[in-house]
């Protein structure tokens, strides 16, 4: 195999799996090589046998005399005498020959000449199938450019976003981003049950009912953002009813002469219970998105695992979102810039499946290494104040407030199930160091403390408790990296904090992270649901699952699938003593992710 083919087939198999198996970026710089090798192979060997092709067709069609002329230059006396002759020879016979079959002689004339020209033809024709596989790598070298620099071509600058952020009993942070100027302003009212109400339009052709004397209250108006925090800002509203569903108009004063007012756009959410009074709940779990991946030509790249969490967004509450919402060093690490991370949020938000799912579902987050670098565990160093200033402009500030100033790790309730969500990167310890195995941490001596408090403060409170992680609590994984990254890689501190949950009834464990999915029984007999990716790449064939290894318990493994992602059903209502507490997993893989692939009902516990 030559170097031409060597390079082509290298570009193929790169760019293929840049594009459609796992977007690496050792793998594409090595495309990056590999597409310019073999284009300036190709178009050399095309070039080359055309050129070849037409030299020898002008050696053969050139005329006689020319020919005569060339010999008689370079040819001997002796040489040129006997061709000569022989010509003449050639002459009276051809002569002859047309005396007696003029015709048959005129049609073989005529047959040779056509083969001449046609040998002509197809020797200044491009050789088809090199030209077909010219067409081919350029192509895959388009896609992959596209994929990998789509948001520094299409930045998102004037992107408009208007989603409900952390929603309580009594009031519901709005974000917002808004780049016109002009002073907003935030109209809501109920939304009640479609039975027996008046029907009307919204903005966007949703269609909804409202009591009849039901009015629009103002939440008043207030100035646009800056540019400061990218244009986005958020607005709390207060004074709200609990179990009520509202919809919420945004509006701009538009700075005219007549002051007119133009509606920008619309969410619509439910208030959460009363705390500590029985509740249903339904949410959505799962982490790691890429847009387009895998890839999809088209003007408008999508996020497909949200596009598929759509089809179950009327009867989600909320999402929690475990990490990665960017990834900021796959394909390619822009910079360490906030514009650079913020490109990347811009990105997310302005995918059509992200406008209407997050519009109609408030969706919480936790960060992850991705949102910074890939294995973060550099605490405040840089990159990660730049980081998370875009996190915070973008994800963080509607989240729940913590009750610690300047943390990223939270805690909040729905009627009586209650959810702490952890921050794995800020302070962890670095695992390399030597105080890996005994001192190594992961949530860092303050946030645990805080956690333990949280932990005493629920046990008996509320009848169902979720721990959010970024990362894996089970020690299942043990492919690439997972020794460190995970929660495996701080055993002592995993020992710990499991000996405290142990003794806390019907708590369980949400994760992401490792782009696979698995239910397990921990050690300490809590469960934990990973779940992962929404839409992003799975490992093929790399790695290994193992199972019930250290004390665990596996109920369920699940490695195939670009798009997976959880919906648990919560029931304190129907028995309050005994809560019910379902995880159902979806992915596209199954039902188109219409129906769930796998169901799990877990056993609840007296918790009072």
């Known amino acids: 195999m ?3 083919r060597i390079a082509s087939v290298l570009h193929i198999v790169c760019a293929s799996f840049v594009l459609w198996i796992v977007p690496a970026q050792l793998v594409f710089f ?50 040129t005498t006997a061709l000569a002759d022989g010509a003449s020879h050639v002459l009276r016979q051809r002569a002859q020959n047309t005396d007696t079959t003029p015709t048959a002689t005129s049609t073989d004339d005529e047959s ?15 050789p088809a199938g090199k030209t077909m596989l010219l067409i081919v790598k350029l192509a895959l070298f388009a896609m992959v450019i596209d994929f990998v620099y789509r948001p520094l071509v299409t930045p998102a600058h004037d992107l408009f976003v208007f ?10 942070k709005l974000h917002i981003r808004y780049t016109d100027g002009g002073n907003l302003e935030l109209r809501y009212r109920e939304l009640l049950p479609r039975s027996s109400l008046l029907y009307e339009n919204t903005d966007d052709d949703t269609s909804y009912d409202f009591a009849a004397n039901t009015p629009w209250e103002s939440a008043g ?23 009520t569903r509202y919809l ?7 700075p005219t002469l007549h002051a007119q007012t133009a509606l920008l756009g619309s969410v ?14 339904r949410f959505g779990s799962g982490s790691c998105i890429k847009p387009n991946f895998p890839y999809q030509p088209s003007w408008t790249p999508d996020i497909h695992g949200f596009r598929s969490m759509l089809d179950h967004s009327d009867s989600l509450d909320l999402i929690m979102f475990m990490g990665d919402f960017v990834y900021a060093d796959v394909p390619l690490y822009f910079g360490p810039e906030a514009e650079d991370y913020r490109r990347l949020y811009r990105q997310v938000y302005a995918a059509q499946s992200s406008r209407r799912l997050m519009r109609k579902v408030p969706m919480l987050h936790v960060y992850d290494d991705h949102e910074i670098k890939n294995n973060w565990h550099d605490q405040d160093q840089p990159p990660m104040g730049s980081a998370m200033t875009a996190f915070d402009d973008y994800n963080g500030r509607a989240n729940p407030p913590s009750s610690v100033p300047d943390a990223s790790y939270y805690n909040f309730t729905y009627g009586n199930i209650a959810f702490y969500a952890w921050d794995t990167r800020r302070y962890r310890t670095h695992w390399e160091t030597a105080e890996r195995h005994e001192g190594a941490t992961m949530l860092g001596l303050k946030q645990k403390q805080h956690f333990i408090e949280w932990l005493h403060d629920v046990n008996h409170t509320a009848a169902v408790k979720f721990v959010v992680s970024s990362v894996p609590v089970t020690t299942g994984w043990s492919n690439f990296d997972s020794s460190q990254d995970t929660w495996r890689g701080y055993p002592t501190e995993r020992a710990e904090i499991l000996n405290l949950t142990q003794h806390v009834p019907n708590l369980f464990y949400l994760s992401g992270d490792r782009h696979e999915m698995a ?15 929404i839409s992003q790449f799975t490992f093929p064939l790399v790695g290994k699952f193992k199972k019930n290894r250290d004390g665990e318990h596996t109920i369920h493994y699940r490695r195939p699938g670009h798009v997976k992602y959880g919906i648990l059903d919560v029931d304190t209502e129907t028995d309050p003593d005994i809560p019910r507490i379902t995880y159902s997993l979806y992915t596209t893989d199954v039902h188109q992710g219409k129906r769930p692939a796998w169901v799990y009902e877990a056993k609840g516990a007296p918790w009072r």
């Open 163 to 172: 989603r409900p952020g952390y929603v309580s009993h009594t009031s519901a």
């Open 112 to 126: 040779a000449l056509q083969r001449e020209s046609s040998a002509d033809a197809r020797g200044r024709r491009l």
């Open 2 to 4: 030559n170097a031409g």
């Open 248 to 254: 919420v108009e945004l509006h701009c004063r538009q």
């Open 519 to 533: 239910a397990v029984e921990l050690p300490s007999g809590n469960i934990e649901f990973s779940t992962s990716p």
């Open 221 to 243: 108006e207030f100035a646009p953002p800056t540019n400061e925090t990218d244009f986005t800002a958020i607005s709390t509203l207060l004074n709200l009813q609990p179990s």
């Open 268 to 281: 619509e959410f439910k208030t959460a219970p009363v705390p500590h009074t029985p509740s249903r709940l």
């Open 30 to 79: 090595a495309d990056l090589v590999a597409f310019p090798v073999s284009l300036f192979l190709s178009l050399r060997d095309i070039i080359t046998r055309y050129q070849l092709a037409t030299d020898n067709n002008a050696s053969l069609t050139r005329p006689d005399s020319d020919d005569q002329a060339d010999a008689a230059a370079d040819a001997t006396t002796a040489e």
